[in-house]
């Protein structure tokens, strides 16, 4: 199969954004509370209810596309600008949402983990684009 490396990166893009977007449902209250704290020197810091749902519904719509490229790749093999390649473009914008809220914050070690992830997500872009 010459699409192991797409689908791979795909899922693994899926999972880190689906599981992100449960965890901001399940404990919607939780985050707010931690986030407002993360954020109160900044500028968000009266804007962490509305910064939150628009990185959730990124978030949930990457991981849609990812998992739905995914599927598009096992059914039509090789696909150039298909579902998987929306979702990996829409995984760098929700990633460098999260990049720049957490240099907002000072939070330098948050921002690294950040960088980690974007690295397979550009990847993506570059194999299925």
């Known amino acids: ?3 192991a490396a797409p ?3 795909l899922a693994l893009l899926a999972i880190t954004f689906l599981q992100s977007g449960y965890d901001k ?3 919607w209250k ?7 704290d993360h954020f109160v020197a900044t500028i968000l810091a009266k804007q962490v209810p509305l ?3 628009i990185v959730l519904v990124l978030e949930i719509v990457a991981g849609v596309l990812c998992v739905s490229g995914i599927l598009q790749l096992f059914v039509q093999q090789h696909v150039t600008n298909g579902l998987g390649f929306y979702g990996a473009i829409v995984s760098c914008i929700t990633l460098l949402f999260l990049l720049f809220g957490q240099r907002l914050a000072k939070d330098y ?3 690294r983990t950040i ?5 397979p ?3 993506a872009v570059f194999l299925l684009g």
């Open 1 to 3: 199969m010459t699409e």
């Open 51 to 53: 910064a939150l749902m």
């Open 25 to 27: 449902i399940k404990d």
């Open 121 to 123: 997500a550009v990847l």
């Open 7 to 9: 689908i791979l990166v």
């Open 115 to 119: 960088v980690i992830y974007f690295i």
């Open 30 to 36: 939780g985050n707010v509370a931690w986030l407002t």
């Open 109 to 111: 070690d948050g921002a």
